[in-house]
């Protein structure tokens, strides 16, 4: 059958050929195959040891026979991809068509046409690769940008929100919020403040106002909003509270501020003084809860500083 079907496959254009399926010897490789190669017949078989399983990239040679066999003991059908190196050893991308044939004598042959590809392949390829680049490109501008957002929204000198990023959060979330919720709104100043500038000099000052941010972060949950609203004053919006939740963190900060803080063997005494209002109970908008907090926060320091005070109407 072989010897009949030559003469055909030499006539039609495209790369045939015929391996042994016991051994994967070549049998029989067509001009066409040959001529996509630029390979005389010896020099085909030779470069390839005249085998099928040579012909490929040894990185493919498992992989490929396995698909194979695995296909031919379903049926009489097989198809798989693979590499080859050309005479000019560059790479070429094949696409492989194959039939198990019995002979008249009993014998087995696989009857192929391969397909190159390469092109196509190689295309896909840089278009990956151009994707992946962009992306890189897009994700690495999302991250600047990220950054950028959190830097400003950052106060530069403790890393929690400045004034206008806490305004505009604490905003946000009133916005969003239903009358039956309990919010609270603190107003912070820390005591005495120039009197540490003055006498331990503005970078123990900023020293200080690090320690007071710290202990902020410590005292009230991830899920607060908390930052700095300039100077030596801040401000904590307690998400869902009680009066009872908010009145004990009031009392933990204060305890946590009034314990002495030690800088190069010097102990400074700093306290901070609070004023608490309530939503919706002493404002329903940021303003409102603003100027209570703010008044609140003066009975704190005319009344003698180092506590917190609860807004009330006079």
Not at 120 to 131: D, K
Not at 227 to 240: L, Q, S, Y
């Amino acid at each position: 059958m072989i010897s009949e079907s030559m003469d055909l496959m030499n006539r039609i254009p495209g790369a045939f050929f015929v391996f042994d399926h016991k051994t994967y010897k070549f049998v029989f490789v067509s001009d066409g195959l040959l001529n996509l190669f630029g390979l005389s017949e010896k020099a085909f078989l030779d470069r390839y040891f005249n085998s099928f399983e040579m012909f490929m990239f040894k990185e493919d040679r498992k992989r490929v026979r396995e698909l194979i066999e695995g296909q031919f003991n379903l049926g009489d059908y097989c198809e798989a991809n693979f590499r080859v190196k050309s005479i000019l050893d560059d790479e070429k991308f094949m696409i492989f068509q194959g039939r198990l044939v019995v002979e008249n004598d009993g014998s087995e042959n696989v009857y192929g046409v391969l397909f190159e590809v390469t092109e196509m392949v190689v295309s896909q390829q840089e278009i990956s690769r151009m994707n992946q680049e962009l992306y890189n490109r897009t994700n690495e501008e999302r991250i600047r940008q990220v950054q950028m957002s959190h830097k400003a929204k950052t106060d530069g000198l403790t890393g929690i929100l400045n004034k206008s990023a806490v305004t505009e959060s604490i905003k946000d979330y009133l916005f969003e919020s239903e009358a039956d919720q309990m919010h609270a709104l603190l107003m912070i100043d820390c005591d005495n403040f120039k009197y540490v500038n003055d006498n331990y000099g503005h970078a123990v000052g900023d020293e200080v106002i690090k320690y007071f941010a710290s202990v902020l972060k410590r005292t009230f949950r991830d899920s607060d909003i908390k930052g700095r609203f300039g100077g030596d004053e801040f401000m904590v919006f307690m998400k869902n509270t009680t009066k009872e939740a908010t009145l004990l963190r009031a009392a933990q900060l204060n305890e946590a501020i009034r314990k002495p803080y030690i800088k190069d063997g010097k102990e400074i005494r700093i306290s901070c003084s609070i004023g608490v209002a309530y939503y919706p109970k002493d404002g329903n908008d940021f303003d409102t809860l603003f100027n209570a907090s703010d008044d609140a926060l003066y009975k704190s320091k005319t009344a003698g500083k180092d506590r917190f005070t609860e807004y009330k109407k006079d």
